[in-house]
T-cell receptor, first 111, second 115 residues
């Protein structure tokens, strides 16, 4: 079965600094997608970034980028120039035959 | 385009009752998935519907069921409610293209409290 592990229950970053959230996954599938979702206090899940496993190039969306290491089954999220609005729970998700989520990392942004 | 909508947003029920939650997907999306989110278990996949058929199912008891209508709107039903069913129920929609993994967009959720 596919599992998704986020080893950092909580992270903290100073405003304008950079933070990296870790995610590893386990799978025997060759074709899959990986996602980072953000869940602010409003509880609305918001897509941050997505990575297709067949693509070697790391996905980037403005201040958000990923470091995708397929052989190591690692998918970390880097947030640059952190803003107060980035404070939220971040979930790493794997989508192959089904969709699985990690336990989440709570990110705090200090002014 | 309007996002995914879920009704009601909050619900309080007592043990033994049943409940129906509704989800309207983004226009044009044909796949609707349901998830249960609790502090202890995190986000867990319940089931996915596509073109009025259940396409995928998670590991939940038969008390949890769903259906999808011809307009892609979906309902989820939980019968004989238990205290442990208290959770945030999230619905997500996607285009649902066959053979293609596409992005899911989530609704705001329905907060169910079972007393």
């Amino acid at each position: 079965a596919q599992t998704v592990t986020q080893s950092q229950p909580e992270m903290s970053v100073q405003e304008a600094e950079t933070v990296t959230l870790s995610c590893t996954y386990d799978t025997s599938e060759s074709d899959y997608y990986l996602f980072w979702y953000k869940q602010p206090p409003s509880r609305q899940m918001i897509l941050v970034i997505r990575q297709e496993a067949y693509k070697q190039q790391n996905a980037t969306e403005n201040r958000f980028s990923v470091n995708f290491q397929k052989a190591a089954k690692s998918f970390s999220l880097k947030i640059s120039d952190s803003q107060l609005g980035d404070a939220a729970m971040y979930f790493c998700a794997y989508q192959g035959n089904d969709m699985r989520f990690g336990a989440g990392t709570r990110l705090t942004v200090k002014p | 385009k309007a996002g995914v909508t879920q009704t009601p947003r909050y619900l309080i029920k007592t043990r033994g009752q049943q409940v129906t939650l509704s989800c309207s997907p983004i226009s044009g999306h044909r796949s609707v998935s349901w998830y249960q989110q609790t502090p202890g278990q995190g986000l867990q996949f319940l089931f996915e519907y596509f073109s009025e058929t259940q396409r995928n199912k998670g590991n939940f008891p038969g008390r949890f069921s769903g259906r999808q209508f011809s307009n892609s709107r979906s309902e989820m039903n939980v019968s004989t409610l238990e205290l442990g069913d208290s959770a945030l129920y999230l619905c997500a929609s996607s285009l649902g293209q066959i053979g293609v993994t596409d992005t899911q967009y989530f609704g705001p959720g329905t907060r169910l409290t079972v007393l």
